[in-house]
């Protein structure tokens, strides 16, 4: 059950490169952090917001071509499926100049329960915030 895309977009930034002048393997995993992020904050309701969070339980990047200073990226996010109260997002990450991928991410996430502080399984009003945004 894939949720649509989300796009979101990044400008490489001196501070986001290595001794080799390429953006730094962490700054690619803080841009799939920023995506999942600006996902969720752009259709959770402040009600879902003030009753969970997420925390992240494994991350998988491959790194295919690395990006370079004042390159606009654009990131491409979506749910792929929810089990319990674990949901896995892929991220994308494209140059916008020639959508060549640049980097792709797959995170597992768990929902927590601000209340309880323990995962809480994903219900329709949390799937629907995917489903929503586009």
């Known amino acids: 059950m894939n949720s649509p895309i989300y ?40 009600a879902i917001k003030e009753k969970f969070f997420w925390v992240v339980l494994r991350h998988e990047i491959n790194y295919k ?23 896995t997002r892929i991220v994308q990450l494209f140059r916008a100049r020639d959508n060549l991928l640049l980097a792709e991410a797959k995170t597992l996430w768990c929902l927590m329960s601000r209340q309880t502080g323990r995962p809480t399984r994903i219900g329709e009003d949390i799937k629907e915030v995917f489903v929503s945004g586009t």
């Open 7 to 46: 796009h979101h977009t990044i400008t490489v930034q001196p501070g986001d490169l290595d001794e080799l002048n390429h953006v730094n393997n962490v700054v690619y995993l803080q841009w799939v952090q920023d995506a999942a992020s600006a996902h969720w904050n752009a259709f959770a309701t402040q």
């Open 65 to 87: 071509t690395p990006a370079l200073l004042g390159d606009e990226i654009i990131a491409k996010t979506w749910v792929q499926d929810y089990q319990g109260a674990k949901s």
